[in-house]
């Protein structure tokens, strides 16, 4: 299965923008790029997915580099609620071994 | 049921002892994946079935760790005498055709003294 590469962790002020990368050189035609989130003592929770082009949904947004071998989810506006561990998937059609990588931890501060 | 259940939440072992591990799935939900997460680390995959069968075995660590799932739905971990490197937090995930992603429960802490 395809890997993902992602910085261990980063750090953001509260109410600011968060750019959180993801790298993905190997990812192939059919790879959707999916992120999740795991809040501390919980499991991971979907956050959004795409293919080529670029997402919105109320939780986050998802730049998809032209040549799809990296990405950003963005988190508008962070809050103290948003520190977790993100994690960048690739994970194509039906049903697979899916590789989870150890994530970018977040912390925000107040 | 509206979410992934698993069971027990926690979970504390002799070592050598035998302990299963269960996940209640979303219901209809085609797959089911188990994965293990020690403490500060990443996911790691252990299996996953489609239906009641497995076609991916290759994460389980070792022969002592087995699974099965019944009538697509429950699944088991079990896991022969443990060892105190066993200790984790085993995580379900459960997803069907038409569903965004995986639907994760909120896992099984095992530790094993």
């Known amino acids: 299965d395809a890997k993902t590469t992602q910085p261990n962790s980063m750090e953001s002020n509260e109410e600011e923008p968060v750019h959180l990368p993801c790298n993905h050189s190997t990812i192939s035609g059919t790879d959707y790029i999916h992120w999740y989130r795991q809040l501390p003592s919980q499991g991971p929770e979907y956050v959004i997915h795409?293919?080529?082009s670029n997402v919105n949904n109320r939780m986050a947004s998802l730049a998809i580099a032209e040549d799809r071998k990296s990405s950003t989810l963005i988190l508008h506006r962070a809050t103290l609620r948003d520190a977790a561990v993100y994690y960048c998937?690739?994970?194509?059609?039906?049903?697979?071994?899916?590789?989870f990588g150890t994530g970018t931890k977040l912390q925000v501060i107040p | 049921g509206a979410g992934v259940s698993q069971s027990p939440s926690n979970k504390v072992t002799e070592k050598g002892k035998d302990v299963e591990l269960r996940c209640d799935p979303i219901s209809g939900h085609t797959a089911l994946y188990w994965y293990r997460q020690s403490l500060g680390q990443g996911l790691e995959f252990l299996i996953y079935f489609q239906g009641n069968s497995a076609p991916d075995k290759s994460g389980l660590p070792s022969d002592r760790f087995s699974a099965e799932r019944t009538g697509g739905s429950v699944s088991t971990l079990t896991i022969q005498r443990t060892q105190q490197e066993d200790s984790a937090v085993y995580l379900c995930?459960?997803?069907?055709?038409?569903?965004?992603?995986?639907?994760f429960g909120s896992g099984t802490r095992l530790t094993v003294v």
């Open positions: 998937i690739l994970r194509s059609g039906g049903y697979q071994k899916v590789t």
């Open positions: 995930a459960s997803i069907t055709q038409g569903t965004n992603g995986y639907t």
């Open positions: 795409g293919l080529t």
